[in-house]
């Protein structure tokens, strides 16, 4: 079963208080009245250095918890009642790949949607199955609407579209759809009709009606994306 995410739950503004940091993350301290001011942003293990108290690792911490961390330890033999104030200054990328026309990193937005990712990326190609695009976020993949809230450091992958036919054709199976394809190409991306083949039936059975009965089709009719073509066998 396929598990359908909307995340539209999540706030249009990502709250900071419980944002976690990450690899990524550009992140300022400011402790007011001292020349410690630090902006940096984190590397792969999510750690910076800051005066005084040496490596301090801010991934999987909020930028509250990392505030009370900081004022703590400058307590503790370094300054007495520390002013601290930590800030993202710059969110970590999220990625676009798959069947997309730019695929790659980009700077996270506030209230960033799949759709306006997808649409950064210079929108879906011509392979793309626009009904079929996924994100990963620790590590969980999960099919999402197009409406669905992106947070910083998250995959959005759009699949490949595909069609089926099988029955009286050489190499039934899978096949990668191309926009225009006629029931004629697929057919022939199938290695042909077999000897037992009837040529004038054909059915087809579309992905947005499988609830319906397969229909007659033509050769020279379109085929669409998941749509499963059976060749039906002649019995003269």
């Known amino acids: 079963?396929?598990?359908?995410?909307?995340?539209?739950?999540?706030?249009?503004?990502l709250a900071e208080t419980e944002y976690l940091l990450?690899?990524?993350?550009?992140?300022?301290?400011?402790?007011?009245?001292?020349?410690?001011?630090?902006?940096?942003?984190?590397?792969?293990?999510?750690?910076?250095?800051?005066?005084?108290?040496?490596l301090l690792v801010a991934k999987g911490k909020s930028v509250d918890q990392l505030d009370d961390e900081i004022t703590r330890k400058l307590q503790d033999g370094y300054l007495v009642n520390p002013q601290v104030r930590v800030r993202i200054e710059e969110h970590r990328p999220f990625y676009v790949?798959?069947?997309?026309?730019?695929?790659?990193?980009?700077?996270?937005?506030?209230?960033?949607?799949?759709?306006?990712?997808?649409?950064?990326?210079?929108?879906?190609?011509?392979?793309?199955?626009?009904?079929?695009?996924?994100?990963i976020r620790d590590n969980?993949?999960?099919?999402?609407?197009?409406?669905?809230?992106?947070?910083?450091?998250?995959?959005v992958a759009v699949e490949q579209s595909f069609f089926f036919i099988n029955g009286e054709v050489e190499s039934p199976g899978k096949y990668a759809y191309k926009p225009g394809m006629t029931v004629r190409m697929a057919v022939s991306l199938a290695g042909g009709f077999t000897e037992?083949?009837?040529?004038?039936?054909?059915?087809?059975?579309?992905?947005?009606?499988?609830?319906k009965k397969p229909q007659d089709t033509k050769l020279e009719n379109s085929v669409l994306a998941g749509d499963i073509i059976t060749v039906k066998e002649s019995f003269f």
Request: proline share 3%; hydrophobic share 40%.
């Open 196 to 211: 037992r083949a009837s040529k004038s039936n054909v059915v087809v059975q579309h992905e947005s009606n499988k609830s």
């Open 97 to 135: 790949n798959g069947e997309i026309r730019k695929p790659g990193s980009y700077p996270y937005q506030q209230g960033l949607t799949v759709r306006k990712a997808i649409s950064l990326a210079g929108g879906f190609n011509d392979n793309a199955d626009e009904d079929k695009v996924f994100v």
């Open 22 to 54: 990450d690899s990524g993350d550009k992140i300022s301290i400011n402790v007011y009245g001292e020349e410690m001011d630090v902006e940096v942003r984190l590397g792969g293990a999510g750690s910076f250095k800051f005066p005084f108290l040496g």
């Open 1 to 13: 079963m396929t598990i359908i995410l909307n995340f539209v739950g999540l706030t249009a503004a």
């Open 140 to 155: 969980v993949e999960q099919k999402v609407k197009l409406n669905a809230r992106i947070l910083p450091g998250d995959i």
